[in-house]
């Protein structure tokens, strides 16, 4: 079974939350942000015991009531054995957190969180097209190594990049 974490938006601190009230949103937003073809089964996907699904709440509108419900990011990160490597499987930030810079900070804390785990590299790919997401990997230290023409789709090139923690 996949290990799924909760950290607060806004202090980064673990939290405890009802597990499938807040996967069933990640679910919803998958379904709405990405393809038939791109999007993860997460019924299926969480039943894997090499993957982590971490989602970023936006705590401060619920403090009074202590039960924060409003997803705000999320991502999925896959471990492989050998040599540490661990793939950066998908991050997804909710349309009304977009452009605050929640998805690096987001990346920032976990790339910190598998360092300490004794992780050695972090891989991942994306649609070429995608500018914004280039620019947020690059910034943080991902170099392309590849690249495949109609990875994703026809004339859709998928970009493959690694950072070495």
């Known amino acids: 079974m996949a ?5 607060s ?4 601190k673990r939290l405890v939350l009802p597990r499938d009230e807040m996967i ?9 942000t990405f393809s ?11 039943k894997k015991r090499n993957l ?24 999925v990160l896959a471990f492989v054995k050998p040599g540490n490597t661990v793939i950066l499987h998908k991050i997804c930030v909710q349309p009304k957190y977009k452009s605050q810079g929640l998805g690096s900070k987001m990346l ?5 969180r ?9 891989q991942l790919w994306f649609d070429d097209s995608n500018v914004i997401a280039r620019r947020m990997y690059t910034s943080i230290g991902f ?3 590849s690249s495949v023409p109609n990875y994703y789709a026809p004339g859709r090139k998928g970009v493959q990049m690694v950072t070495y923690l």
């Open 36 to 46: 038939r073809t791109e999007a993860l089964d997460f019924g299926t996907e969480l």
């Open 108 to 112: 920032e804390a976990q790339i910190e």
């Open 52 to 75: 982590e699904l971490i989602i970023m709440v936006d705590d401060d509108d619920d403090l009074e009531v202590n039960r924060p419900t409003c997803m705000s990011a999320y991502m």
């Open 3 to 7: 290990t799924v974490l909760y950290l």
């Open 143 to 145: 170099r392309k190594v």
């Open 24 to 32: 069933s949103k990640v679910t919803r937003c998958e379904k709405q």
């Open 9 to 12: 938006m806004h202090t980064g």
């Open 114 to 122: 598998l360092r300490g785990r004794g992780c050695s590299k972090l």
